[in-house]
């Protein structure tokens, strides 16, 4: 089968139903002075469906940016058309907003005018806009920097102000275009996961995410449906849904899988390609299936974030030996908050030597609070009875748990003082972390909003029986 043939078929799909934005053959080429033409994209259909996270991918020179500017009304196809909500996008009142690679900022303003800058230009009085732009800073993690200017600011929180100015005038489109491809590896990786979190709280004022990358592992951790380009002209190789729930496990047989059947359709321009491989509904992990619980680390975690600034300041690796000599331990001390670090994905054993991992290394740059929200997170990932606990307490009207509910599971596996211990490790890192308090004087969990709210009550009627005595 030729390659023109394998081209028709991906792009001869029916108009979408419902479509927010939708392109119907278009081309894009450049006349020469010979009177020749560079033709830069063959004629395409591509359509932008609401409630998707849509990535579009391609070798360079392929015409990924061409197609976003052709999309958002920047730029006019050479034939065919685009229509805005199946209205011609020129005559069309557009709502979408572009996140771009370079932070393209205006240096000559504060953080909170450049948010405010778009809606200036759209009219809207300064007292509107001022709260507008303050809250989606806000949301994007710069409270406190409003007045700061872009020079002041790392790499990542200016894509943050790139993110709050794009969301700030309401898109109904976000278009982003190599957002992350200017930041260091654990910055793009933080922004990646904020940018879904937003997403699927639906904190993003948007209906739609149409995202240029040349990063294989970005779109198939972020996006709901991948399209990805040929080049010579640029035209639709594939363009499937990605059904794998999120957050998606980037060492999961489905998600390598589709990984390297992107990496085939664009290294491989001469086949045919193939379809997207079967997701199925990934298994659950093992712990979860068989309910088989991790032996608990008896380590705190103030250990934890201890051997973690220690080993960043070696480098991110040493010989174990050698960390417990430098700390003046004994071998079977420091095990245990090796085991602790290495449970919670914060670092690595590799042949006898404790690798940092960029979470730990995040975890041993962050101030105390963000420290918290981190071992947070890896808890609730990684520790099954941490986890179980959590959800208990949320799905309980009263927020309360007895302790023994957890201990009679915990002797199905461990002994009787054993379970104890594990029990009140598991106290230790969750009252840390903050997924909950324990109320020992009843042994029983509490959520911390609920512990709260219990003192204050006591505390009320204490005061009331007071007065009734006086």
Do not use: C
């Not at 572009?98 to 393209?104: G, K, N």
């Not at 303003?109 to 809606?119: D, H, R």
């Not at 010989?319 to 001390?333: G, P, T, V």
Request: charged share 25%.
């Amino acid at each position: 089968m030729q390659e023109a043939t394998a081209s028709n078929l991906t792009q001869s799909s029916a108009p979408a139903p419902g479509a927010i934005i939708r392109a119907e053959k278009v081309e894009k080429y450049y006349t020469q002075p010979s009177q020749n033409r560079i033709q830069v994209i063959s004629a395409t259909d591509l359509s932008i469906l609401p409630g998707e996270i849509l990535a579009l991918l391609g070798p360079s020179g392929s015409g990924k940016s061409t197609m976003l500017r052709m999309l958002t009304g920047l730029s006019t196809p050479t034939a065919g058309k685009v229509l805005w909500h199946e209205a011609p996008i020129a005559g069309a009142e557009t709502n979408v907003s572009i996140v771009f690679q370079s932070f393209a900022l205006f240096p000559w303003l504060t953080v909170l005018e450049n948010v405010e800058a778009p809606l200036q230009a759209r009219g809207v009085d300064q007292e509107e806009r001022h709260a507008r732009s303050m809250k989606m800073l806000d949301t994007v993690g710069l409270d406190g920097f409003e007045a700061a200017y872009p020079k002041e600011l790392s790499g990542g929180m200016k894509q943050r102000v790139g993110f709050a100015r794009a969301l700030v005038v309401e898109p109904e489109v976000l278009f982003m275009d190599e957002p992350f491809s200017a930041l260091d590896v654990l910055t793009a990786e933080n922004l990646r996961s904020e940018l879904l979190e937003l997403w699927a709280k639906k904190t993003m004022p948007t209906k739609a995410v149409f995202l240029v990358t040349h990063n294989i592992e970005e779109a198939v951790l972020l996006a709901d449906r991948i399209v990805v380009l040929g080049r010579n002209p640029g035209h639709i190789r594939t363009d499937f849904r990605v059904q794998l729930a999120h957050p998606r496990d980037r060492k999961s047989e489905a998600f390598t899988q589709l990984v390297d059947y992107i990496y085939k359709v664009l290294t491989r321009p001469d086949v045919v390609p193939a379809e997207a491989p079967d997701q199925q509904a990934e298994p659950r992990p093992r712990d979860q299936r068989q309910m088989h619980y991790q032996m608990l680390p008896h380590a705190r975690p103030g250990g934890v974030a201890g051997l973690l600034e220690l080993l960043l300041d070696k480098g991110g690796r040493d010989d174990i030996y050698h960390l417990a000599d430098d700390l003046a331990f004994e071998i079977d001390d420091l095990l245990p908050i090796v085991d602790a670090a290495q449970l919670l994905g914060f670092l690595k054993v590799e042949e006898g030597d404790a690798a940092i991992t960029p979470s730990g290394t995040e975890f041993a740059n962050s101030e105390i609070l963000r420290q918290k929200e981190l071992f947070r997170d890896a808890a609730v990932e990684n520790v099954l009875l941490l986890r179980q606990i959590r959800r208990a307490l949320d799905a309980k009207s009263d927020h309360t748990v007895p302790e023994d509910f957890f201990l009679d599971m915990l002797d199905e596996q461990f002994s009787e003082e054993e379970s104890l211990r594990q029990m009140e490790t598991a106290v230790t890192w969750g009252r840390y972390a903050e997924l909950f308090d324990f109320d020992a004087s009843r042994r029983r969990f509490v959520l911390p909003d609920a512990a709260e709210e219990e003192i204050a009550e006591k505390n009320d009627g204490d005061a009331h029986n007071s007065e009734d005595g006086e």
